[in-house]
């Protein structure tokens, strides 16, 4: 496994990457070229789903025993489709946070253990920057940009400036877009994931039969807030219960209607406000994260954009869920600009993209969640 084997370049990185934030095991190999275009040798990611299902939705002890037994065996696996060994390897980047703590703690202890063995540079990645740049492995997006992420955990408009110069313009004041789906789904009865179950079912539904609110549409405001949009699904819900199939479906449809309403009033005033923030013309708006898989959100992005004359970046759905490659990718941005991380680097449960924003949720002795 140690065997040399000529994958790196003259002036090319080549990144081992490893991810344990939540409920996804995942190691990746990436290459940096020297004309700053990446490459991924191999991405490997190990679902949890079935572990958390039962109970609705992720555990934090049992993902943590998850990462310990399955990551040395998929780092193994990645290093091996990559073709590379340690002693190839330019660097190892591990997430740091934010995220579950336990599953934090194993990744980066991980990575730890491989620099310091193989005398390697240790690149410690904020989870958050992982998404944010994953559009300059996958489609060389120039900087400044704007960023959607929209996940289980965040949902925030970010103008990505440059390598660590990361400025929050909009952000969840309570549920993030992700937790209000899956929070919805279960007020449905409906699986866990359920998001997608939520976006199958809407399909089938009627929209305008329920008249769900549209929270924070104000014209001077980028924040959302998902909570009362729940409590308001909820209570229909419960006014009409037993629930028919029909009834669900037109909860889930009315739901959904509501959510791209929000994104694409929210993502056109993203934009006017980006575009006077850089001076860019023509702005590119970035979705990362899990629910920019959703068709839906995605036709309001893309609308919005329309629009104003802006350009929509969406990387393929395995990279916008969470994944060792955009680890892997921004450690070789950072080793790229020489900045790198002592063995003595903390995880974290939180973890601010842009630390010098206000918080607006979770505030306190662990920082602000958003």
């Not at 090319?12 to 409920?23: F, P």
């Not at 990746?28 to 275009?37: H, K, L, N, S």
């Amino acid at each position: 496994m140690n065997a040399p084997t000529g994958n790196r370049r003259v002036g090319a990185l080549l990144i081992l990457g490893i991810e344990t934030s939540c409920d996804e095991t995942a190691a990746a190999v990436v290459a940096r070229d020297a004309d700053g275009r990446g490459r991924i040798l191999a991405d490997v990611v190990h679902s949890q789903l079935t572990d958390h299902a039962p109970y609705g939705g992720v555990v934090p002890e049992i993902a943590a025993r998850a990462h310990v037994e399955i990551l040395d065996r998929l780092i193994e696996r990645a290093m091996r489709e990559a073709g590379v060994g340690f002693t190839d390897l330019s660097g190892v980047a591990a997430t740091a946070g934010p995220g579950l703590i336990g599953g934090v703690i194993v990744g980066l202890m991980t990575a730890k253990a491989i620099a310091d063995v193989h005398r390697l540079p240790l690149v410690a990645v904020n989870h958050l920057e992982g998404h944010a740049l994953t559009p300059r492995l996958t489609d060389a997006v120039a900087f400044p940009y704007l960023l959607l992420l929209v996940s289980g955990g965040h949902t925030q408009f970010v103008a990505v400036e440059g390598l660590g110069r990361y400025r929050r313009i909009g952000t969840t004041i309570d549920d993030a877009l992700g937790e209000a789906f899956d929070k919805t789904a279960k007020l449905l009865g409906l699986p866990y994931p359920g998001g997608p179950h939520v976006e199958r079912l809407a399909r089938d539904g009627d929209p305008r039969r329920f008249d769900l609110p549209r929270p924070l549409m104000r014209r001077d405001n980028l924040d959302f807030s998902f909570s009362g949009l729940k409590t308001a699904l909820r209570l229909e819900a419960e006014a009409l219960q037993p629930l028919d199939d029909a009834t669900v479906a037109d909860l889930c449809a009315a739901f959904q209607a509501a959510v791209a309403d929000v994104i694409r009033f929210k993502a056109r005033l993203a934009l006017k406000r980006f575009r006077e923030l850089t001076g860019v013309a023509r702005p590119t708006l970035v979705t990362a994260g899990g629910v920019a898989a959703n068709k839906a959100v995605a036709a309001a992005l893309a609308e919005a954009a329309a629009d104003i004359g802006a350009h929509v970046v969406v990387p393929p759905g395995r990279l916008c869920t969470d994944n060792g490659a955009m680890i892997a990718w921004a450690g070789a941005e950072r080793l790229a600009a020489g900045l790198v991380d002592g063995l003595d680097a903390q995880a974290r449960a939180r973890w601010p993209l842009d630390a010098d924003a206000a918080p607006k949720l979770g505030s306190g002795q662990l920082g602000a969640k958003a």
